[in-house]
Every structure is written in structure tokens, then in C-alpha cells.
């Protein structure tokens, strides 16, 4: 083949190969395209699944905490060991109902405090309150219109006034111009004691310290007297060790009392420690209420206090069970407070079940009619009591769920 020839095979090889490589060119690049095409729709679907596990996620945590909010009651309480503080963990206990309701105790300062904390802290729906409580604020120019604003679910037990001075002190009266400590500030010791010292016309030095202070301070002469408003018995009054030194002294009941304070006393049962013989201390008492911030009608706050109330009245009966604080045995449900609104559910609960709610009167009557050591055993005597009181009213049946 001549060298003409062989330049038009080489020229038309070459021709081929150009064709082929850019037919595979165009081929390489058509497939990574359909591959890039294929990553990136891909991506879409992961990235919109991951959009709707995200969203799915969203739904379900905001479901929960609706759930939570929705059926969460807060109560503040007192401080830890006293009896605001055990009722409200009874209270808890008692009223647990899984995811239908809970009951969230929030520690207080005490009655005085915790009716602002009611009034005022967004988070709080109940709180354990005085008698005299709405008298206190009624005091702050800065509030308005209290009345509507705090209601009462029921009267519970009383709060008696405790007076711990040297044996020289035979009666309140004898403190008078004297140093006399009534708990911290803001405490309902603070209020109350200083209230019924005002009462009772007695005008003392007042000083607020903590308790356990206060009584060291009682001890060395720094204080001429320590008061305390409390349930009774009171565990750090009972155990003070007054080294034949101190005693509770005896309150009398005026006509200058205020109606919130009724009379009360103080037992050798009580206080084995600090009263001397069988006959007991004359003393005063404010009761104590279960407050409840009246919310608007028809809100989710309302609807869930309505829950709590209706669960209050329908279980109280378990409050009774030896477990649990002794005071809920000294509460009638249906008890008024003068000049106090009760809450409307709890008032249309009490209408529709009238002669339901156990009475403290019902309560002493079944205890009075036991036989000398039948207390010994406290879950025998509450399971007798439940049958006594079904025998009492055929009527009535279990506890309501």
C-alpha cells in the first residue's frame, strides 16, 4: 500500500477513535448526570423524611407536655417535716391518678407567704392558707379585689398557738414589753402570733428568727418567749428539752378575740416535756384552709382544679388511713368560713352529696364508742370505722374512684 493509501487508514482510525471517545464521553457524562439526578432526589426524600420524623417528634413532645400541664395541680405547702409539708405529700399521694391527675407539692415559708405565692406566682393553683388570711392582705393597699381572686376548697384542722417561756412566766400577760420571737418573716407564726398578741392586747418586743434558733436563743436568756402557730403536736417543740426551766403557757380566750381564733388546748399527750400534770394549756387556734386561686371559668386551670376538687371530696376518706397525718381526722368537709367564698365546684360537689362527707363530730363519736386499747392497732380501728360508718348510713357505699 502506498504511503497515500496508508495515510487515509491512519486518518480514518483516527476519525473512529475521536467518534468513540466522545460518544463515551457524552454517555459518562449522561449516567453521572442521572446519577448526581438520583443523590440529589435522594436527599430530597431523606431530607423530607427526616422533616416529618422531626415534625412527628415535635407533635408527639408537644402533646406530652399539653398533657402534663394539663393535668398537674401544684400545692404550696410549709417547710420540710411540718405538717403543711406531710399533708401536701399525703395529698400527692392520695390523689395520684397516673396521667389523670398529679398533685406537684412546692415547699413554702409558711400561711402568711403562701398567700402570695397563691396570688401571685403563675405556677401555683392551691396553698395552704389561715382563717385569718384574707385579713392579712386585706392589710396591703396593694392588692384589690382579694376576695375573687383566692377561694377556699374546704377547712381542714386547726393551728394552735404555742408559747414556750421560762416557768417565771405564769401567763401571757407577764411578757408584756418583752423579747418574744414569732419565726421568720413572712412565716404564718409572723402573722398569726403577732395578731393574736394583739388580740389579747399584750404588746411585746417581737423578733423573727427560725425556730430552731429561736428556742438555742430561749435557752441561753437572749429571749423572754417563742412562739409558735403550728399543728400539735409540733416535733421540734415536743422535742426541746426544757430542763425543768420552760413550759407552754396558758392562753386564755377573751371577748376581744377575733372571730378567725377560737379557744384550744395543749395536752400532756402533746408535749409530755413541757406541761406539768394531767390538766392541759389553755391556748388559741386559727384553722387552716385549703386556698385555691379561682381562675376563670372554662380554663384549662379551672377544669383542672375541678378534677382535684371532685378527686378531694370522692377520696378523703383515704386521708384517714393511719398512714397518713393524724389532723385529717379533725376535718368536716362541710364546714363554712365566715367571710371566705368557697370555690364552686367544691360547693356544687357538697350540694349533690349532702350527708356524705364524714364530720369531725362523726369521726370522735366512732372513736368514742371503741373499747380502752382498741387504738393500738390504727389500721384495724380505720377499717372498723368504714364499716361502722356504712352500718351508720346504708346509703352511703365505697369511696368513689
Known amino acids: 500500500m502506498g504511503t497515500r493509501g496508508m495515510g487515509a487508514v491512519r486518518s480514518c482510525a483516527t476519525a473512529r477513535t475521536i467518534t468513540w471517545t466522545t460518544a463515551?464521553?457524552?454517555?459518562?457524562?449522561?449516567?453521572?448526570?442521572?446519577?448526581l439526578a438520583a443523590g440529589q432526589a435522594g436527599q430530597a426524600r431523606d431530607a423530607a423524611a427526616q422533616r416529618r420524623t422531626a415534625a412527628q417528634d415535635s407533635a408527639t413532645e408537644t402533646a406530652l407536655s399539653e398533657t402534663l400541664n394539663a393535668n398537674t395541680v401544684s400545692v404550696v405547702t410549709g417547710t420540710p417535716g411540718g405538717t403543711y409539708f406531710r399533708t401536701g405529700a399525703d395529698l400527692a399521694f392520695v390523689l395520684d391518678d397516673g396521667d389523670r391527675l398529679r398533685i406537684l407539692p412546692i415547699l413554702g415559708r409558711g400561711a402568711g407567704a403562701?398567700?402570695?405565692?397563691?396570688?401571685?406566682?403563675?405556677g401555683v393553683d392551691?396553698?395552704?392558707?389561715?382563717?385569718?388570711?384574707?385579713?392579712?392582705?386585706?392589710?396591703?393597699k396593694r392588692l384589690k379585689d382579694i376576695e375573687k381572686r383566692i377561694h377556699y376548697v374546704a377547712k381542714l384542722f386547726n393551728d394552735e398557738l404555742h408559747v414556750i417561756a421560762p416557768t417565771a412566766i405564769g401567763a401571757v400577760g407577764d411578757l408584756a414589753g418583752k423579747r418574744v420571737s414569732f419565726d421568720v418573716k413572712g412565716s404564718g407564726t409572723d402573722y398569726s402570733g403577732r395578731a393574736m398578741f394583739r388580740d389579747l392586747g399584750i404588746a411585746v418586743e417581737a423578733v423573727n428568727v427560725d425556730q430552731p434558733t429561736a428556742l438555742e436563743m430561749l435557752r441561753r436568756g437572749e429571749l423572754d418567749a417563742v412562739v409558735s402557730v403550728a399543728a400539735r403536736?409540733?416535733?421540734?417543740?415536743?422535742?426541746?428539752?426544757?430542763?425543768?426551766?420552760?413550759?407552754?403557757?396558758?392562753?386564755?380566750?377573751?371577748?376581744?378575740?377575733?372571730?378567725?381564733?377560737?379557744?384550744?388546748?395543749?395536752?400532756?399527750?402533746?408535749?409530755?416535756?413541757?406541761?406539768?400534770?394531767?390538766?392541759?394549756?389553755e391556748t388559741l387556734a386559727v384553722g387552716t384552709i385549703l386556698g385555691v386561686y379561682n381562675h376563670p371559668k372554662g380554663t384549662e386551670r379551672y377544669r383542672k382544679l375541678e378534677r382535684f376538687t371532685t378527686?378531694?371530696?370522692?377520696?378523703?376518706?383515704?386521708?384517714?388511713?393511719?398512714?397518713?397525718?393524724?389532723?385529717?381526722?379533725?376535718?368536716?368537709?362541710?364546714?363554712?368560713?365566715?367571710?371566705w367564698t368557697r370555690f364552686q365546684p367544691a360547693q356544687d360537689w357538697l350540694d349533690s352529696h349532702r350527708g356524705e362527707a364524714p364530720s369531725q363530730g362523726e369521726v370522735e363519736r366512732f372513736l368514742g364508742e371503741q373499747p380502752q386499747g382498741a387504738?393500738?392497732?390504727?389500721?384495724?380501728?380505720?377499717?372498723?370505722?368504714?364499716?361502722?360508718r356504712r352500718a351508720q348510713r346504708p346509703e352511703y357505699g365505697m369511696v368513689r374512684r
Open 233 to 281: 403536736p409540733v416535733a421540734i417543740i415536743a422535742g426541746f428539752e426544757p430542763a425543768g426551766r420552760f413550759h407552754l403557757v396558758t392562753v386564755p380566750y377573751g371577748d376581744r378575740i377575733g372571730e378567725a381564733y377560737v379557744p384550744a388546748t395543749l395536752t400532756r399527750a402533746d408535749y409530755p416535756k413541757l406541761v406539768d400534770g394531767a390538766r392541759p394549756v
Open 126 to 140: 392551691l396553698g395552704f392558707v389561715r382563717t385569718d388570711t384574707l385579713d392579712q392582705l386585706r392589710q396591703d
Open 24 to 35: 463515551w464521553t457524552t454517555a459518562c457524562a449522561a449516567a453521572f448526570g442521572l446519577l
Open 114 to 122: 403562701n398567700a402570695y405565692d397563691l396570688r401571685f406566682l403563675k
Open 375 to 388: 387504738a393500738a392497732d390504727k389500721e384495724e380501728v380505720y377499717q372498723a370505722y368504714l364499716r361502722w
Open 311 to 339: 378527686a378531694f371530696f370522692d377520696r378523703f376518706e383515704q386521708f384517714l388511713a393511719p398512714q397518713h397525718h393524724p389532723k385529717w381526722r379533725e376535718v368536716n368537709l362541710a364546714a363554712s368560713v365566715p367571710g
